[in-house]
């Protein structure tokens, strides 16, 4: 039974200290690509969707290049199973004409927002290219493309295209990319006519995605509970993984203390009944002409009348 108690004693502190927080993944099942021009800036809005496959550990830290000319995302956020949406703390770092931005979910749905300034215009004629770096292995991944209000003539290469009209109205037109293997960079070309420079956001009553959750995350509240466990200037992490480490090194102190008592009270000597009382203990052989009490068993001596320990007569046969 004690070393059962010690195994899973251990087994619970390695599982404590462990850093499963900072697991990496490189597969995501399907990734969905807006890309919506002259929304609510002049600019192209892009906003990805991200579903993880079922088998992935969470959390899990993944980070995603974005053009550098972007700066900060315009959201990061997890998405509850009401949908509602979360922000998500990340990370950024500059790599060249790319910024590495790095986050770790907890939810198995994301969302990510960021406003791309490579929209050209020269006239009428509207032109942008999309960039997808090849950070994971994707299984399904699907780029949208909004059509601006009072745009006419879209194009989008390489083909082929599928054009629906979404429930906001808004004309979208949809390119299947299908599996993509990590590493494996491609583009997408758009033009489009658009003499105005009216964004779509003025002619609409929806927003580019849903509210931010005003209650937050566990991380969110935990927090606000115990500020010290998240500095500002770095990551929730940082400081989490030390007391975790504290709490095990507890754990096993303990557990050893428990054990050196255990071993103490098993070494004390245990108290052995007399020969004359254990029911399997042979009797004194009785040499011939001895006399015994019969009352309290003590031999007699030769001509003793009375038992020496008890004082009862003796028979003398």
């Known amino acids: 039974m004690l070393k059962w108690f010690l195994s899973f004693l251990f087994l619970a502190a390695l599982l404590i200290a462990s850093p499963a927080y900072s697991q990496d993944m490189s597969r995501l099942s399907v990734l969905e690509v807006d890309l919506w021009p002259e929304y609510d800036r002049p600019s192209v809005l892009v906003i990805y969707h991200i579903t993880l496959p079922p088998e992935t550990t969470l959390p899990t830290v993944m980070t995603f290049r974005l053009p550098a000319a972007a700066g900060?995302?315009?959201a990061v956020?997890?998405?509850?199973?009401?949908?509602?949406?979360?922000?998500?703390?990340y990370q950024i770092q500059i790599n060249g004409e790319w910024e590495l931005v790095t986050f770790t979910a907890t939810l198995p749905e994301i969302q990510m927002e960021?406003?791309?300034?490579g929209l050209q215009k020269d006239g009428s004629q509207n032109s942008y290219t999309y960039n997808w770096p090849g950070d994971y292995d994707v299984d399904q991944m699907v780029v949208q493309t909004q059509l601006p209000v009072s745009a006419t003539d879209m194009q989008i290469t390489p083909g082929p295209v599928t054009q629906q009209t979404g429930g906001d109205g808004m004309s979208y037109y949809i390119k299947e990319i299908g599996s993509v293997a990590k590493d494996q960079s491609f583009s997408i070309d758009i033009t489009y006519q658009k003499a105005s420079n009216q964004l779509s956001i003025e002619t609409l009553q929806v927003q580019p995605s849903a509210p931010l959750s005003p209650?937050?995350?566990?991380?969110?509240?935990?927090?606000?509970?115990?500020?010290?466990?998240f500095p500002e200037s770095g990551s929730a992490y940082q400081i989490l993984p030390w007391i975790l480490g504290l709490l095990a090194l507890v754990l096993i102190f303990g557990g050893g203390y428990w054990y050196w008592r255990s071993g103490r009270q098993e070494q004390t000597p245990k108290r052995h009944r007399s020969r004359a009382s254990r029911p399997?203990?042979?009797?004194?052989?009785v040499a011939a002409g001895d006399i015994y009490?019969?009352?309290?068993?003590?031999r007699a001596n030769p001509g003793d009348s009375f038992c020496r320990s008890c004082g009862t007569r003796l028979r003398v046969e």
């Open 114 to 117: 960021y406003y791309d300034p």
């Open 72 to 74: 900060e995302p315009n």
């Open 280 to 285: 399997d203990a042979e009797e004194p052989a």
């Open 293 to 298: 009490c019969y009352q309290c068993g003590k």
């Open 215 to 229: 209650t937050g995350t566990w991380r969110d509240k935990l927090r606000a509970a115990m500020p010290w466990m």
């Open 77 to 89: 956020a997890a998405q509850q199973p009401n949908g509602q949406l979360f922000s998500v703390d």
